[in-house]
């Protein structure tokens, strides 16, 4: 109980909750806007938050990522334009809905089942973080490194259809994270003399190349098109009770977003494009998925926005990074010695329960926010993408060069971006280079302790049980990934041989 | 998030960016015994400085050597069209188009050091929308609100620090100060 007191308390500063509240607001407004998105303002914002406590720049940082949830419902009802992946589906369901003259009944579904999967992934983070991290205290070096080694592999196998691009994009990013010193002999790797590569890459400009300036790039070299946004009817309240005619689909929307938030490398899309077609599945009205189904919106809100806090809850327990949002996130802890895993509990209570008390403020900000904004938002969506494109230039520049007060990490953001831009252009993943440089160091170092605390037995890693279910389980999801790729490819086969 | 409009590249596109990520991980693979410490490791094989970078550069040559594998059969199996080939040309030339506006953020970022960051930034904005052709006057007034907007959050706010520019020395000692603090 005192636990949860001192969060109240955390949240009780006037400082906290002003920040929590312009996260929030902004991260809807980012959300709402194509082009922009979590992505872009986080990697934009990281430096700044640098230089608050740990608290308050992680409830910034925390209030863009689940507001984009949100907001980015709003161009896809309104302007039937998806402002991010995530969105598509959604917009899918809800072009029916607006051709019926009934768009405020879908954001009102969209926004009270983004609402129920945001509270109850917060109250799943609040109950399943601290046992976990109790769990955690039991594991040793070689269980922390096959949970890195897991998180690697998922991030792959979550890359259906672009699975060797991930593979080479994740290599490429456990190779940039051994670019520099290296601990136990202290010599340098990869870095060829020069001064400016011995501490090796650094996170910030990386991560602002990759992420903002490639897609100011995209912004203004692709083409502008006009979008229009269409008037709202009805009053909201009357989706907020709808949601709840479909309780199955609802909360079962929303543990399974929790489920998938877990589990490293999953994320938000590929959490909701499974659940979305279980659910077309499993409900009763299956056949209006697609077509303007109320279900189709709530399955899609309610597990894009409980992946966000849940996957708070490995990062937290374990110090693994659940997706590239937390793996931004993780740089705010590192910068402030702030070192996620079972002993934060013990270190830094207060910092643990004003976030869990923050989120859960915020998600009812987000909301209150958008019953009066709406309107104003949708507008904000209809921004120029070229404009969009200058201004995710201007705000790199001070971002990149704010974090290290060196124009040369602005050169290295800008090699970072014409990367970016080309591996977007061939929808190659950005994300496995990010957990690539996030886990990497990670991975090496408990190798190391797991191996030298072995004696160099390898087989420490299957006779340790912990590690053994871990390996295992992985085993078993290659062997299921394997096999379905297979069966997904014979009829395919079957399909040539009769057209030739 | 990538632009839905954005062309899908084409398959020689993609062959050619497979070799050239392809040739450069095999080059750095290649790079290995000089660019890190292999040998004399007191420590097991584990411990070696070149053991992480090996494995990830390993991992790295397989996944391209796959995708290039994947891209030639499939261009075997499917000879490319000479349209297909004249596409690829363009969309190769058409990974250059960043480059003229990464060229205006390096003269962005010499202009801070010798103009100031609020004068650089408002001629960096204001050059850039014109040449994306917002020239309109609600696309000035636009970005001369970014730019104030800049200065105000960053400058002010947040109180980043920028250098001192040669051109602020051309103002006497009091407005040079305020410049360097807000400008």
Sequence with gaps: ?500 | MTDPDEPQANRLESMALALIFAAISLLLLALIGVATRTGQASGGWWTRPAFAPGIALALLVAANLVTLWRDAADLRAHPATAEEWADARAKVLGWLRPAEFLAYYAAYIWAIQHLGYFPATLVFVLGLLWRVGLRAARWIWAGIGLSLFMIAVFRAGLGVWMPAPGLYDLFPDGIRLALMRWF
């Design chain 1, 1 to 500: 109980m005192d636990f949860l007191f001192l969060g109240l308390q955390q949240l009780a500063d006037p400082a906290l909750f002003l920040t929590m509240c312009i996260g929030a607001i902004l991260g809807v407004i980012v959300g709402a806007i194509p082009g922009a998105g979590a992505a872009v303002t986080i990697s934009i914002l990281l430096p700044s938050t640098f230089a608050m406590d740990p608290l308050t720049g992680m409830t910034l940082l925390l209030g863009v990522y689940c507001g984009s949830a949100y907001g980015s419902a709003i161009p896809a009802i309104m302007i039937n334009t998806p402002g991010s992946p995530v969105a598509v589906l959604t917009a899918l369901e809800a072009r029916p809905f607006v051709d019926r003259g009934e768009a405020r009944r879908a954001l009102s579904l969209a926004y009270s089942s983004s609402f129920v999967g945001g509270v109850l992934a917060v109250l799943a983070l609040m109950l399943l973080t601290r046992p976990l991290a109790e769990v955690a205290k039991n594991f040793g070096s070689a269980e922390f490194a096959m949970l890195a080694f897991a998180a690697l592999v998922l991030v792959v196998i979550g890359h259906g259809g672009r699975r060797v691009e991930a593979t080479a994009a994740l290599a490429f990013g456990l190779f940039l994270a051994t670019v520099g010193i290296e601990t136990a002999y202290s010599t340098q790797r990869y870095s060829f003399g020069q001064s400016w590569l011995i501490q090796g890459i650094p996170l910030v400009p990386m991560v602002i190349g990759l992420f903002a300036m490639s897609e100011a790039l995209i912004q203004l070299t692709g083409r502008d098109t006009t979008r229009q946004s269409v008037q709202l009817k009805g009053h909201f309240f009357q989706g907020f009770l709808e949601v709840f005619r479909y309780k199955v689909t609802l909360f079962g929307s929303s543990v399974f977003g929790i489920i998938c938030g877990i589990m490293p490398g999953v994320g938000e899309f590929l959490a909701q494009q499974v659940n979305y077609v279980w659910a077309r599945k499993l409900s009763k009205e299956g056949h209006l998925f697609g077509k303007g189904a109320p279900e189709g919106i709530i399955v899609s809100e309610a597990t894009n926005n409980a992946v966000p806090p849940a996957a708070l809850i490995p990062m937290l327990a374990l110090g693994i990074p659940g997706e590239e949002l937390t793996a931004m996130m993780l740089a705010v802890f590192l910068v402030h010695n702030v070192i996620p895993g079972p002993d934060l509990f013990l270190n830094r209570p207060e910092f643990v329960a004003g976030l869990y008390w923050t989120l859960l403020a915020m998600n009812l900000v987000i909301i209150l926010f958008l019953l009066v904004a709406t309107n104003t938002i949708a507008r904000a969506a209809l921004i120029n993408k070229r404009f969009l494109g200058v201004a995710i230039l201007t705000l790199s520049l001070i971002g990149t060069y704010a974090s290290n007060y060196n124009f040369s990490d602005v050169g290295l953001a800008m090699a970072f971006a014409v990367l970016g831009y080309i591996l977007r252009s061939h929808r190659w993943p950005l994300t496995p280079i990010l957990l690539g440089v996030v886990m990497g160091p990670i991975l090496e170092s408990r190798f190391r302790q797991a191996m030298g605390g072995a004696g160099g037995d390898l087989s420490i890693f299957v006779t340790r049980p912990i590690s053994a279910v871990i390996l295992a389980g992985l085993a078993l999801l290659l062997f299921f990934t394997i096999r379905g790729a297979i069966k997904a490819r014979r009829p395919r086969e079957d399909w040539q041989i009769n057209d030739t």
